[in-house]
């Protein structure tokens, strides 16, 4: 991927409303990484720097280059409100009017909302693993007790009959 990466960022060096850069979150960049949510390495976000979104599409350059000519660039937002639609225009105009304490408070209540959408599916995916676990020991256990229950020998015993009877057609 690094190649790809570069080659994008050589594409747009220079360019007025667009950034490609590495960061490195082991080092200098750490602290920037940590705002980001980056969790792991190789990560690609992009958006907004104070909203920063995770990308999820292809890693190689043909890929990330038509996502950034499709994606990147100047976007709705306080700093480009011609490039909102109504609603979000309006919204934008609510948040600018809101005292900045009470803007803190309600982005400190969005966060929190989406950290805990993120520890119930932790929650909810740890019970589904154990419950797989359960639901496999009891296979394992029900295919043992049935193995024990003389399986194997009903169907050695059927297998031989069925010869038997056909050694007894050819007579």
């Known amino acids: 991927m690094k190649p790809a990466w570069d080659k994008l960022m050589n594409e747009y060096k220079g ?3 667009v950034v490609i850069a590495d960061v490195d979150c082991t080092a200098a960049g750490k602290s920037l990484c940590d705002v980001s949510g980056v969790q792991g390495f190789p990560t690609i976000k992009y958006g907004d720097p104070n909203n920063m979104e995770k990308y999820a599409g292809g890693r190689d350059f043909d890929a990330m280059s ?8 100047p976007s709705c937002g306080p700093e480009h409100l011609d490039l ?25 209540e969005k966060e929190d909302e989406s950290a805990k959408a993120d520890k119930d599916l932790e929650e909810l995916l740890k019970s589904l693993q154990a419950q797989y676990e ?14 024990e229950s003389g399986l194997g020998l009903m169907k050695s015993v059927a297998a031989h009959r069925k010869k038997a009877k056909a050694a007894i057609g050819e007579l």
Do not use: R, W, Y
């Not at 038509?66 to 660039?73: C, I, R, S, T, Y």
């Not at 309006?90 to 009017?97: H, M, P, S, T």
């Open 15 to 17: 360019h007025a409303g």
């Open 66 to 73: 038509k996502f950034a000519k499709e994606n990147l660039g």
């Open 84 to 108: 909102c639609d109504a609603a979000a225009k309006k919204q934008v105009e609510e948040f600018l009017a809101m005292p900045m304490e009470t803007l803190a408070t309600k982005v400190q």
């Open 134 to 147: 359960a639901a496999t020991k009891a296979k394992d256990k029900s295919k043992e007790d049935i193995k």
